[in-house]
């Protein structure tokens, strides 16, 4: 497996609560990504991320926030999580854009 | 906007029977057409992936098809096994633009 570390691997919050999902890579890739998987609308792309501080919006941005400090390190966070945000979420890394994505084992994510 | 529509959304086929996932793609942009395969409780990894420059690639009992003029690729699975039960993503992407993913397949093999 590729060196990508997604924690926690599991989190239940309640609703209205920040959360914060951290992506780790070893790799030295310049692109990461988080998704979101639901059943029926496959993988979603959230935000990405072409650098050290260098972020853009994916098709359902709306609710996240993302940064990236360090090459190695990703974040997502839900400012103020809701019922509809309960998702597994996954982060992926590549050496460029549209080239193959490396996923980490997801982060399963419940708001109640 | 979909821009990769995949079928079926699930299916199931008979051990050592040939499985077919298709994909749609509206793009003629797009350069790059790989399947990806997830197990329960991981992440997609990539499976097999193709060129527009060919019209098939194969690797192992994993095939794909590709028909630029139709705008259309597929995944066959040939002498099908239940550990090949997995989801299969279908996506498609340009040389410098993320990676467009279809919904999803849900493939489940019977023993």
């Known amino acids: 497996d590729a060196g990508i570390t997604q924690s926690p691997r599991h989190k239940v919050t309640e609703t209205g609560t920040p959360v914060t999902l951290r992506c780790h890579q070893t790799e030295n890739h310049r692109y990461m990504y988080w998704y979101r998987q639901d059943p029926g609308h496959g993988l979603r792309l959230i935000h990405y991320s072409y650098g050290v501080k260098d972020t853009d919006k994916g098709e359902v941005s709306d609710g996240y926030s993302v940064s990236r400090s360090k090459t190695e390190d990703f974040l997502l966070t839900l400012e103020s999580a809701t019922s509809s945000q309960t998702s597994v979420y996954f982060c992926a890394i590549s050496e460029r854009v549209g080239a193959e994505a490396f996923f980490g084992q997801g982060t399963r994510l419940t708001v109640v | 906007q979909q821009q990769v529509k995949q079928s079926p959304q699930s299916l199931i086929v008979q051990k050592g029977g040939i499985s077919i996932i298709n994909c749609a793609y509206e793009?003629?942009?797009?350069?790059?057409f790989p399947w990806y395969q997830q197990f329960p409780g991981k992440g997609p990894a990539l499976l097999i992936a193709i060129r527009p420059d060919v019209s098939e690639k194969k690797e192992g009992r994993f095939t794909i098809s590709f028909n630029k003029s139709a705008k259309q690729f597929s995944l066959h699975i040939m002498d099908s096994q239940p550990g090949d039960s997995a989801t299969y993503f279908c996506a498609a992407s340009k040389w410098d633009d993320k990676i467009i993913f279809g919904k999803g397949t849900r493939l489940h093999i019977l023993p």
């Open positions: 793009n003629t942009a797009f350069d790059y």
